[in-house]
């Protein structure tokens, strides 16, 4: 379900966003596909009780696992640890029905600041949220992007984080709001911050006082309110599982992305069974 702003504006660019949708260790993997073919996105969601039973019976956890090993094996506190475990192998799922893969294959990664990547898939982005009980992965074909999940419950106080989170033009907006809808814009002007952030590979080191968005509709802004951007970036804000908010940041860097991203079909068939041949041969190519 699209949540709608308080003040009843359209989403725009969201049309270029695939809606998320719910997923569990056994799928439903096939949207991964079709919103990658269609919008060059998709973003699913999950709950990390969903996939205790994988972390606490699968016997391939380990290799699953790879880099995060260590980590997951060091994590004292129950909960967290399962937590961490799930939303590794959340992404691992999400991506693998982008690649075709098997999830088992994949080798993920981190940046500087702890963005994932998929090491040696660079034809694909990913991002990962979660708090709470809920976990949030979206991946892109199309150039960056950023999730972000939070409680739709969660007070925001308008007098105690105007002068942190919001711009010149984005405390008007917020002030000539009615009391009670003021709470529930800041929080989606939160998520979608933290979206566009994460899409930046900034995170909270990128001052959300920087940039900003209208309150009736997810668009790029300068502090001054003036247009940011030009059609490169999408947002979009959705309500899943009924009492969380998912906010979604896609650039379009403007290349043509091959649609077909299966792990398969990505090398020349060709070109492989020559280097196939030069191997077979033990000598170098002339």
Same mark, same amino acid.
């Not at 106080?157 to 008007?172: I, K, N, Y």
């Not at 006082?209 to 300068?222: H, I």
């Given at each position: 379900?699209?949540?709608?702003?308080?003040?009843?504006?359209? $989403?725009?660019?969201?049309?270029?966003?695939?809606?998320?949708?719910?997923?569990?260790?056994?799928?439903?993997?096939?949207?991964?596909?079709?919103?990658?073919?269609? $919008?060059?996105?998709?973003?699913?969601?999950?709950?990390?009780?969903?996939?205790?039973?994988?972390?606490?019976?699968?016997?391939?956890?380990?290799? @699953?696992?790879?880099?995060?090993?260590?980590?997951?094996?060091?994590?004292? #506190?129950?909960?967290?640890?399962?937590?961490?475990? =799930?939303?590794?192998?959340?992404?691992?799922?999400?991506?693998? +029905? &982008?690649?075709?893969? #098997?999830? +088992?294959?994949?080798?993920?990664?981190?940046?500087?600041?702890?963005?994932?990547?998929?090491?040696?898939?660079?034809?694909?982005?990913?991002?990962? *949220?979660?708090?709470?009980?809920?976990?949030?992965?979206?991946?892109?074909?199309?150039?960056?992007?950023?999730?972000?999940?939070?409680?739709?419950?969660?007070?925001?106080?308008?007098?105690?984080? $105007?002068?942190?989170?919001?711009?010149? +033009?984005?405390?008007?907006?917020?002030? =000539?709001?009615?009391?009670?809808?003021?709470?529930?814009? @800041?929080?989606?002007?939160?998520?979608?911050?933290? &979206?566009?952030?994460? &899409?930046?590979?900034?995170?909270?080191? @990128?001052?959300?006082?920087?940039?900003?968005?209208?309150?009736?509709? /997810?668009?790029?802004?300068? /502090?001054?309110?003036?247009? +940011?951007?030009?059609?490169?970036?999408?947002?979009?804000?959705?309500?899943?599982?009924?009492?969380?908010?998912? *906010?979604?940041?896609?650039?379009?860097?403007?290349?043509? /992305?091959?649609?077909?991203?299966?792990?398969?079909?990505?090398?020349?068939?060709?070109? @492989?069974?020559?280097?196939?041949?030069?191997?077979?041969?033990?000598?170098?190519?002339?």
């Amino acid at each position: 379900m699209t949540y709608t702003a308080p003040t009843g504006g359209q $989403q725009r660019g969201a049309e270029r966003i695939a809606p998320p949708f719910h997923v569990g260790p056994a799928g439903p993997w096939q949207p991964v596909r079709e919103g990658l073919a269609r $919008q060059g996105n998709a973003v699913v969601h999950t709950t990390w009780g969903e996939w205790l039973p994988v972390a606490l019976t699968d016997p391939a956890l380990r290799p @699953m696992l790879g880099r995060d090993w260590q980590r997951y094996r060091g994590t004292v #506190d129950p909960a967290a640890r399962y937590r961490f475990v =799930a939303s590794r192998l959340a992404v691992k799922y999400t991506a693998a +029905a &982008a690649l075709d893969a #098997d999830p +088992a294959e994949l080798d993920l990664s981190y940046k500087i600041g702890g963005r994932p990547y998929l090491r040696g898939f660079g034809q694909i982005d990913i991002s990962l *949220s979660h708090t709470d009980d809920v976990i949030a992965v979206g991946v892109s074909l199309h150039g960056r992007i950023g999730v972000d999940a939070e409680p739709a419950d969660r007070h925001m106080s308008f007098d105690l984080l $105007q002068g942190h989170m919001c711009t010149p +033009a984005e405390r008007a907006e917020l002030a =000539a709001l009615p009391a009670e809808e003021r709470g529930a814009a @800041m929080l989606r002007l939160w998520t979608l911050k933290e &979206a566009y952030t994460k &899409a930046l590979g900034q995170g909270l080191r @990128m001052g959300f006082t920087e940039f900003g968005f209208d309150v009736d509709g /997810p668009e790029l802004l300068a /502090p001054d309110g003036s247009r +940011a951007a030009r059609g490169e970036w999408a947002f979009a804000t959705h309500r899943v599982l009924g009492r969380y908010l998912i *906010s979604v940041a896609c650039h379009d860097s403007g290349l043509d /992305p091959a649609r077909d991203t299966r792990v398969s079909t990505m090398l020349d068939a060709g070109f @492989m069974a020559a280097v196939a041949e030069v191997l077979d041969a033990g000598c170098p190519p002339a």
